[in-house]
């Protein structure tokens, strides 16, 4: 069992920047890939990006991509999630993810762990 823990939303104007981190921990020395996910008020949960275990490949949507970078640090059992150009339809619950398999994660229903979710607000 892996448990996930997000952390770094807040409030922010448009134009702005946050970092979110996920934290990974448990019985487990496998290391997963990862991804994110964001479920916006009223929305299904959607697919942000997701990066394989080394950290060498990684992927967007094309409604985040050249705004937005993954990358994870093991050592620290990390997970980062840079977004830059942040705009109010950016605005959402964005939940950490992992699956055994890297393709899996293109899609909510291939995840295997969620975590909590940290709320992100962009204000016009």
């Known amino acids: 069992q892996v448990q996930l823990v997000e952390s770094g939303g807040g409030l922010v104007t448009a134009g702005g920047s946050l970092r979110l981190s996920c934290v990974a921990s448990g019985p487990t020395t496998r290391v997963y890939p990862m991804g994110w996910f964001r479920q916006g008020p009223g929305n299904e949960r959607e697919y942000v990006a997701h990066?394989?275990?080394?950290?060498?490949?990684?992927y967007y949507s094309d409604s985040v991509k050249g705004r937005v970078i993954i990358s994870r640090d093991n050592a620290k059992n990390t997970m980062y999630l840079q977004m830059d150009s942040l705009k109010p339809e950016d605005t959402a619950v964005y939940y950490c993810a992992a699956a055994g398999r890297l393709r899996a994660l293109i899609s909510s229903t291939g995840v295997e762990y969620w975590g909590q979710g940290t709320p992100v607000t962009v204000s016009s």
């Open positions: 990066i394989d275990w080394s950290g060498r490949d990684t």
